[in-house]
């Protein structure tokens, strides 16, 4: 089992920064992607960003491309999402999410992951 944890989030005017965190505990961290998703109110949850359990690369939806950054911590078993630039259009619940399954394609989906956060709320008024 593997255990998130989300904080960070909160409420920013547009073009304002916010970084979220996801603090893992249970089994070896480093043995697992680790993706950021988020829901808007009325919405199906949407992939926002992923790394493998390398950190060597990182993949984004093209909606956060060039303004949102994800990256990993193994020796403090955290993930990062340093979100810029914020639209009212990113309000949502985020998730972070973790999977030992990692696979060409397979972090894009929900059903690629083993294990969920209880997610943040990020709200960005205009």
């Known amino acids: 089992q593997v255990q998130l944890v989300e904080s960070g989030g909160g409420l920013v005017q547009a073009g304002g920064s916010l970084r979220l965190s996801c603090a893992a505990s249970?089994?070896?961290?480093?043995?697992?992607?680790l993706g950021w998703f988020r829901q808007a109110p009325g919405k199906e949850r949407e992939f926002v960003a992923a790394i493998p359990w390398s950190g060597r690369s990182t993949y984004y939806a093209d909606a956060v491309k060039g303004r949102f950054t994800i990256s990993r911590d193994n020796a403090k078993n955290t993930v990062f999402l340093q979100m810029n630039s914020l639209k009212p259009e990113d309000t949502a619940v985020y998730y972070c999410?973790?999977?030992?399954?990692?696979?060409?394609?397979?972090?894009?989906?929900?059903?690629?992951?083993?294990?969920w956060g209880q997610g943040t709320q990020v709200t960005v008024s205009s």
């Open positions: 999410a973790a999977t030992g399954r990692w696979s060409r394609g397979s972090y894009l989906t929900e059903g690629g992951y083993d294990y």
């Open positions: 249970g089994r070896t961290f480093s043995n697992y992607g």
